[in-house]
């Protein structure tokens, strides 16, 4: 199956910083998605993006088909923005797709 | 408001008896999907079902069953025959095929 590698596995920035979540992938895929786990469980989906930029406020998505990652932007962090950041990715439908073991965020007000 | 409803938020059972987590969508979504979380880890899918009346294996469906009598629920049975079966269960769903994949608050289940 294709391998998923995000990074850092782990992220401590003060509240107001930028960071980029990387996301590298194995094989071509027509499926990619980001999603932020908060402290409490809640699975949030941010982001549909197989290819190209997508921008929503202050987070923003680039995959990069073509060389295999996506990134994910966060700008001016707060302090909500903590938790989890997933990306999911596969060749098909969303049976398809497999979760990377994502990147922690911590935002220190 | 639309959304995925799963309830109970928090489940404790006896090892050797099996539970029951429900899961549901008004949404109008006809694919929902199962999957479970463990600490420190990505989500692995145990069943999904695209369609009412069908449904299908995931990657980690041994020891779990499922049904899909209505389009807006997909309840989850933890049986017996689970060797782990504490863990984080969240259920989703989506329009079906490539497109956002939505998820409920989740279900954390103990089993001692």
């Known amino acids: 199956g294709i391998q998923v590698e995000q990074s850092p596995p782990d992220l401590i920035l003060q509240e107001g910083a930028n960071s980029t979540l990387r996301c590298n992938f194995s094989d071509s895929v027509n499926n990619l998605q980001w999603f932020h786990q908060n402290p409490w469980g809640q699975l949030i989906n941010l982001f549909y993006?197989?290819?190209g930029t997508k921008q929503n406020g202050r987070l923003s998505a680039t995959t990069v088909a073509t060389e295999r990652y996506s990134l994910l932007y966060i700008s001016s962090s707060q302090t909500t923005d903590s938790g989890v950041y997933f990306c999911?990715?596969?060749?098909?439908?969303?049976?398809?797709?497999?979760f990377g073991t994502g990147t922690r965020l911590t935002i220190i007000p | 408001d639309g959304g995925i409803t799963q309830s109970p938020k928090y489940l404790f059972r006896k090892e050797g008896q099996n539970v029951t987590l429900s899961c549901e969508q008004n949404l109008n979504h006809d694919a929902m999907y199962w999957y479970r979380q463990d600490p420190g880890q990505g989500l692995r899918l145990i069943y999904y079902?695209?369609?009412?009346?069908?449904?299908q294996k995931g990657d980690i469906a041994e020891g779990y069953s499922v049904s899909r009598e209505k389009k807006e629920s997909f309840p989850l049975t933890v049986t017996s025959a689970q060797k782990n079966p504490t863990a984080f269960y969240l259920c989703?769903?989506?329009?079906?095929?490539?497109?956002?994949?939505?998820f409920g608050n989740g279900t954390r289940l103990t089993v001692t």
């Open positions: 079902s695209q369609i009412v009346n069908d449904f």
């Open positions: 993006i197989p290819s």
């Open positions: 989703a769903s989506s329009m079906g095929g490539e497109s956002p994949l939505h």
């Open positions: 999911a990715l596969g060749r098909g439908g969303n049976e398809k797709l497999t």
